[in-house]
């Protein structure tokens, strides 16, 4: 049985758990695994630690409970109404925090996966949406009800509107109404719906598959997918074309073709 190696105690609001090149991060504050700022700096702190790690080959965002991650705790931000600044400040800092751990995913050098089973709304969407793969389970849900309590999702609209058709979108921001995890598939939200039973299986399977790879390979094709998607057509072959020229002198790619040529699994040095 391949070890499985915790890296930090399952006290908290992120628990960590790593096994075989695959780190699992699991919201861990239910009912609602809402992203208070101490949640999303404990995250952003695993997400850094993980940067440097290479035993960490990929990254999977679960959580526990009935519920994904309801959003933004608009508990501990209605408290700082009673601020001087009637909350500014406060709110700043939240949202804030918030852009940069959306930034932190996309621009991570690991791919992260998540693994939604339950509600996932406002921030709790555009934490899903900002993760490189989403695969659900049947019984998930997603929305963006901020039209319905006043305060539109304007920053969750950041990430769906990169992932989703742009009327697919206003759709879901104008109305604020749930859609399930097949509607969320059709719109592009996600990739994959599977049963709940299956749901951690066949998202581990996933990730083992891509741990598999040179790490190198999908650090270089994964920053280069994010940097071309905000260029212009010619703009983007031209850095691509960069990207494949020091990808093919890097000395996975030399193995990786000698492999293949030679009909045999490449052994991958992550350089």
Known sequence: MAEIVAIKPPEGPVAVR???GVLRLT???P???ALSLSVMAALMAELDRAKADKSVR????????KVFCAGHDLKEMTL????ADKGKAFF?????????LMQAIVRHPKPVIAEVDGLATAAGLQLVASCD???ASHEATFCTPGVNIGLFCSTPMVALSRNVSRKHAMEMLLTGETIDAATAKEFGLINRVVPREYLNQIVTKYAQTIASKSSLVVK???EAFYAQAEMGLADAYAYTGRVMVENMLARDAEEGIGAFIGKRKPEWSDD
């Open 27 to 29: 919201l861990a504050s």
């Open 220 to 222: 270089t094709g994964k």
């Open 18 to 20: 790593l096994d075989r």
């Open 31 to 33: 009912p609602a695994n």
């Open 133 to 135: 793969l989403a695969i």
């Open 80 to 83: 700082h109404r009673a601020d």
């Open 58 to 65: 990929v990254i999977i965002l679960a959580a526990a409970g």
């Open 92 to 100: 700043e800092q939240t949202f804030s925090a918030c852009a940069a």
